[in-house]
């Protein structure tokens, strides 16, 4: 089976790690002209000339990138098959059509307003109260396009810095933790869910994600569940979902965003569960059974951003396993992931702590259960 992917960087690369053991062969389609992916074909398509080669070569078709133009996804899947379908890409690539699709599936969320001019943005700031997160509604990621408001004064700076035309202004959830949960849907309806993960974000980006929680209760997991499978069903989805969360005091949730994919608060499965997150998702589009998604150990998966660290230092943690993607450093930009497995969550942030002094760049690991 060839498999083809939409976006060429490292979910791309670490879907093809996953799936040469199950024997699949992998043709990536890259539109931005810097793909990272490193492995099998990569054809870059800036110009869009090379489609028609690509779906020659392919069997079916998925995606490791949201943000593409959902007329091309339409006519890819005129062709082949797609997986997920290009309504979830385009749900999933606007913040508007999300919380329109969480609405109606009475998924609670924070209360928004979308705006289009600055004096909207201005009404929507006193309605809501401040402080509150205004988001250009398409094209966002790691925190880009964004602006925290703490005063409609602000509204004005805020319209012209993120330089969008429309956006969502979301209150500002005073929340305990940001958690996700992962699900995988089959190609015949069957869903399995991941223990949800704790996720530490500093500046919009996320650097470490903790799964299982020491400290989740079971009815906020089943609740969690309940979220991910309404709109697992609703899309008729086929692979992996991500629904970003944030926990409130009183143990609520509250749905921030979702990815149609693999993702970044799921790479602890590569070690840390028994089917990782890539595997589950190749086994979903493939029409074969889903893997036990059962946690092995407590797991901390530690984004290394920006500059990388000592390989063989990292490595000299026990348990510790190094995904790197083949990238070169820059500021902000993900060039790898540590995995650190522990018997106890208490052995676990001790080897947190001492692979974050080892990352040059990361922030004090800190966490809700601490
Ligand atoms: N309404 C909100 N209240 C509090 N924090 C928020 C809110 N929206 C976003 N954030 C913070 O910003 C981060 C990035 O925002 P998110 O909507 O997930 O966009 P992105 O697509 O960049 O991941 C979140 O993980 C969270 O830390
Ligand atoms: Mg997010």
Known sequence: MNIGVLGAGQLGRMLALAGYPLGNRFTFLDTTGHPSAGIGEVMVDTDQQHLEDFLEKVDLVTYEFEHLPVSLVRAIEERKPVYPGSEAIRVCQHRAEEKALFDRLTIPTPAYRLVDSAESLAVAVRELGVPVVAKSVTEGYDGKGQAVIKDPAEAADAWRSI????????????????????????????????????????????????????????????????????????????????????????????????????????????????????ENHLRAIQGLPLGSTAARAPTCMVNVIGREGEA????????????????????????????????THEALLEKVRACAALLPDAPAPRFSFE
Request: avoid cysteine; glycine fraction near 8%; charged fraction near 25%.
């Open 312 to 343: 063989a230092k990292l490595l000299a943690i026990d348990d510790a396993h190094l995904h790197r993607y083949d990238k070169g450093e820059r500021p902000g930009r993900k060039l790898a992931h540590v995995n650190l497995m522990a018997p």
């Open 163 to 278: 330089g969008h035309p429309r956006l969502i202004v979301e209150a500002f959830v005073d929340f305990v933790r940001e958690v996700s949960i992962i699900a995988v849907r089959g190609r015949d309806g069957e869903v399995v869910f991941y223990p949800m993960a704790e996720n530490v974000h500093v500046d919009g980006i996320l650097r470490y994600s903790v799964a299982p929680m020491p400290d989740l209760d079971a009815a906020v997991q089943q609740t969690a569940d309940g979220y991910i499978r309404a709109l697992l069903d609703e899309l008729d989805y086929v692979g992996v979902l991500t629904l970003e969360l944030f926990q409130t005091r009183d143990g609520g949730l509250l749905a921030n965003e979702m990815a149609p994919r693999v993702h970044n608060s799921g790479h602890w499965t590569q070690d840390g569960a028994l089917t990782s997150q890539f």
